[in-house]
């Protein structure tokens, strides 16, 4: 569904990214980081779930996603979602709230 780019192994770069390419009813389970993470979505659309809100998200938007906030999305188009998941660290640290 994704590729990734992780900072510490590339002579410790701050952040870590995902490239998610994901096909319609595609996401993730809630889960949580110790640091804030920003998503710019390239193409598509996506539902998000933070901090038990729902936002609806397509191309051109950014979200921030705060540090312990729960969250999660699904692409919720009809189309491939490609977007980038920041993630201010340089390794992704993910603490799953759900199976």
């Known amino acids: 569904m994704s590729y ?3 900072g510490a192994n590339h002579g410790g770069v701050a952040v870590s990214f995902f490239l998610v390419n ?3 009813g595609r996401g993730t389970r809630l889960h949580m980081h110790d640091y804030d ?8 659309q996506s539902t998000w ?3 038990g ?8 938007d950014v ?3 705060h540090a312990g906030e729960p969250h999660k999305f699904v692409n919720s188009g009809d189309g ?5 998941d920041i993630h201010l660290n340089p390794e992704f640290k993910t603490t799953w709230l759900e199976e």
Not at 37 to 44: C, L, M, P, S
Not at 53 to 60: D, F, H, L, M, V
Not at 80 to 84: D, E, H, K, T
């Open 4 to 6: 990734d780019f992780v």
């Open 22 to 24: 994901g096909e319609p």
């Open 37 to 44: 993470e920003v998503v710019y979505v390239i193409e598509g």
């Open 49 to 51: 779930t933070v901090n």
């Open 53 to 60: 809100q729902e936002r609806a998200a397509r191309a051109g």
């Open 63 to 65: 979200l921030v996603v």
């Open 80 to 84: 491939v979602l490609r977007q980038i």
